[in-house]
């Protein structure tokens, strides 16, 4: 091989360290987010997200996805337990497990370790790899019709936010989430500084993420990926403060996940707009996502850590924003081929695919194990009655 | 371009993703020695820190430092909104937020939450990239003068630190820290262990912020600036340590603040010095660094988290070690053209630079809407009265 | 030098800086697995372990490895107080860190300070130095038998674990770990989410380590190396997770050391090995790190984070499996000349080694200085009494 692929190659290893990295990110932001006698539990699911997903992604996922032979561009066919073809798989591994990782915090405090495990290998051997044969494997269908997703808002983020969404509906609110008359109460989480310190290295890892999806380090300006990605998650995550302020106080999570939303909402287009498109993507992730939680907790769905507001509304606003934003093609700027409707058959696509496909595995787990853990175990915290400890085992907590 | 163009790109991206993880590492230090009454209020301002700067650096301050026109070698002027130039900007934006971060904490626990986003755009914007004209931007009267600073004791560390002096002096001593002689009182952080993680996290960004500050990794010697950057730290710690214990027994806040000492220390003249001169700088960072946090502490002067010492005072130790220790011109070991004179001017302009102008800045915000929050605030907590929340909702804490 | 020199020196330093952010990896599962009366004591030893591993290194460990005239293939001697042939050194300098920071965990809690101070510069300056000369310098005897351990499942990881064996076997057990009967206590610890985000960043960090072995990035498939890695830590904690069950419920603390066995596991062989082997030698790893554990603990050891587990018995195993899985020559796979007998000599002579100088330095300073605080000094927590503060001033705690 010459020179040129080994540059590009060691970027591409160290860009997928990068985002296997987001998967501590994640178990800090849904430990800090939700209440200290279920961190072990999120732990374990956390672990359990990137270890079943890395065994199950090398076992089939991967011959979903990229397996040679196309079955008519819905799936691949083929490379089963993986020999070879190292530099794909571990760049792929790691975002799959970003996948799955997303429905963990969605459904956390309440949701049945076992039947979480067996929802694991579906969504990163399966329902993912599916969708990522759609769009990356340049035999997939999506990819036919034009549409865009550089990084991942739909491919990744929606399908992580659109699986947390029928799990949400299928496990029900938290004990204690509404009260009589229905209204939310705030539950709050065991620390605020575990998560923002998830989200800080989420946003480190997202630089593997959307700049590593240049596949390449070699013509290609990898900084101005670098760039459109930070102005987004700054934009974002100052409009949702703002956006906080208008009912209250600067608000800490809102700003959380503002960041996070900024984030998800350049991810589809980081290589496809300026700076200026950049930061208005941001902004609006950032009014989206406030808007999105406040909205989706009053309907009743209890998402404890925001994951489909950040995910899967802020992922079809990514998606939808390279139409709008796309140097070359968009509307706004230059005026070239409409991208909108390949992007809104991808967000239809995508999110009925995520959506309907785990809510059948989920409700069918559901009715052979249960997905939900009885009242008792619930109030008890499912540290104790799941796993036999205590997170925190030296400090005097309140719940 | 060129393959050879692409590789130090490469670097500088990497790099620079390095470096913008040292923000995680000023909130927990910062969190970490202070109380969890205010940690969420330190979170929000470390967004804020990044986020506004981020964007304040792409609207203005990259302009005012590299902007293309050079107004009498003083400030720049010109690419505002940045679009294109991609790669200088994503390595020089996360330095300015962390200037900017380094105030945070010196005045950490009594700082109004509205007032502080004032005062970030200036830094960010204004203040920081005037110097970084004078140094690094092939157009400054400083670097005319042949002042040295690879990587930023003084056109970072020291503009953070001298910024933090000024908030210190404004906003006054915490409630509690004297008592009514005037004598310094302990006031224990809520988590060493996230100061500790903190720091870890500092001293593994800096390899970023030393090494990639050769803005090319052909035709350099990249290990050789980690190794002075690892030695220095790890001498600046043991020193700190051992001071400390002349008074009592082994400190862990002055040994943590030893190795960010030790890193402030060989930031200017990491790729100027030997080995050997590595060691010395890091052994005289860290004796400086105890003393000086005890002579400001005595003083009246409450930082929160040492940051004047650690990025001031050591910052000028590390500006003025080049002259000592420079392997080409330094006086201890070639005795070439002697360095002393452009340093000392360095030392003077940048600290009554960062110093002037945070003072007339935060003076006039002081003025219009108060620097610092009441006693009823600070007693019950900036995160409760600031931000309507708490940090640990879990858990039973003292304060 | 070359373009290709540049780019292969460009990994070595970042697989350096990923290697050395396993510093604080080490410090959280310690203080994770802990009682947070002695958090600050491992804080203060982890900073040490690479502060004084870094300067004693440089001055001579680094010179017993590599230091050119090979005394016998036995050590090396020269090149004290380095001066250049930086790359080589910042790569071996965090190594030697993680061999000496594995003893740390496992003697933790009731460790004198100052005796813990006197051990490192044996380990990172003598004890380690001198198995790298034998292995790794192409001048040593085991290299010269065939021996094979491409990232150091014997040369690092076993000279951690049988080093750590010493000191517990010298130090005993904390007191109230058995009760009158000799029946083994469980002492919980202080934040498993501080254990998990430790195993994570160590995760992260391996990569550096058995990627980063390839010591170049041209002509090698790095991708590889990510892959077997991820594949064994995964199958790891999934196994470790499972033979918990077999005793209760899934269990957290097994399932954090399954992962970190699966690395230890497959550090030797990472590079050698196909990616079902990688799989088989996870799943094993997993397996034997829970028997060993509970088996260590029945016996009277107590290892306060498993380390003698982990990376010495496991270290063992992944010394072993390359004899088993490797392509070119192993047994199972293609049937080439067997690796058998020269990795049982080098399980062997690495064990006697470390476990042999480590016993016999540990005993002379147990003898001088005493090695355990008193028991009040171990009951009141060795933060008060070792370093007079506490490590969470603001929490109220059990201990």
Sequence with gaps: MELTTYVNNLWIVVAGILVMFMQPGF????TGFTRSKNSVNIVMKNFMDFSVGAITYWAFGFGLAYGGISVGGFLAYGSFFLEGDSINYFFQVVFAATAATIVSGAVAERTKFSAYLFFQPFICGVIYPIVTHWVWSGQGWLSE??????AGSGVVHM????????????????IGKYDE???PQNIPGSSMVAGALGVFILWFGWYGFNVGSALSAVDVDLASIAVTTTLSAAAGSITAMYVSMISGKPNVGM?????LAGLVGITA??????????????LISGVIVVYSINFLERQGFDDAVGAVSVHGICGIWGVFSVAIFDISSGLLFTGGTSLIFPQLIGILSISAWAYGTSYFVLKVIDSALGLRVTVEEEIAGLDATEHGTIAYGDFITKS
Tied chains: 1, 2, 3.
Excluded: H, S, W, Y
């Design 145 to 150: 019709l034009g549409f865009i997703d550089f």
């Design 269 to 282: 287009g980081c290589a496809n707009v300026n700076n200026l498109g950049a930061v208005l993507i941001g």
């Design 181 to 183: 008359d229905g209204k």
């Design 159 to 174: 399908v992580g936010g659109f699986a947390a969404l029928a799990g949400i509906q299928i496990v029900g609110p938290r």
């Design 255 to 259: 700003t959380l996940n503002g960041a």
């Design 27 to 30: 178990m800090l932001v849904e």
